[in-house]
């Protein structure tokens, strides 16, 4: 098994590429497939760039993301926390992409993509942070 990865940045879209190289580094040395390496890349991208696009500015903003992946038997476990105000992204019901697209609610896409990538996601809120627990499949 790889050693745990464990990242905290700034809640800035300008660092996610700092967290992309961490996570290629882990998918490498887990010796994931290239499609379970996307999706690790893909999910934990969105989770933590939604925290900086929303989480941030005003008073109980995030102040920081912290990331941290590890593996289990045949699951990749990723989870992305932060410091910011209560929220669940995964209470809202999930967006109606029959719908028109001039008919849609805005967001909620990319946490709906997640879901869709990943064998469970779960959301906590312990000691004023939110926690988003993504479940993938390591062979992709």
């Known amino acids: 098994m790889p050693q745990p ?3 905290t ?13 961490a996570l290629e580094g ?3 040395e887990a010796g994931l497939s ?4 996307h999706r690790l890349a893909v999910v934990v991208e969105e989770l933590a760039a939604n925290v900086a696009m929303h989480g941030t500015g005003g008073e109980g903003g995030a102040t920081y993301i912290a990331v941290t992946v590890r593996q289990e038997a045949e699951e990749v476990i990723a989870t992305v926390e932060d410091d910011g105000r209560a929220f669940d992204p995964l209470a809202r019901s ?3 992409t029959e719908a028109a697209l001039e008919d849609r609610d ?3 896409l990319g946490v709906h993509f997640v879901q869709q990538m990943t064998k469970a996601l779960r959301y906590s809120r312990e000691g004023g942070l939110n926690r988003l627990t993504a479940v993938l499949d390591a062979a992709g």
Not at 34 to 37: F, H, S, V
Request: proline share 17%.
């Open 106 to 108: 805005i967001g909620g």
């Open 34 to 37: 290239p499609k379970a390496a």
């Open 9 to 21: 940045i700034p809640p800035d879209t300008e660092e996610v590429p700092r967290l992309l190289d």
């Open 94 to 96: 999930a967006p109606d």
């Open 5 to 7: 990865l464990a990242l």
């Open 26 to 28: 882990f998918a490498e």
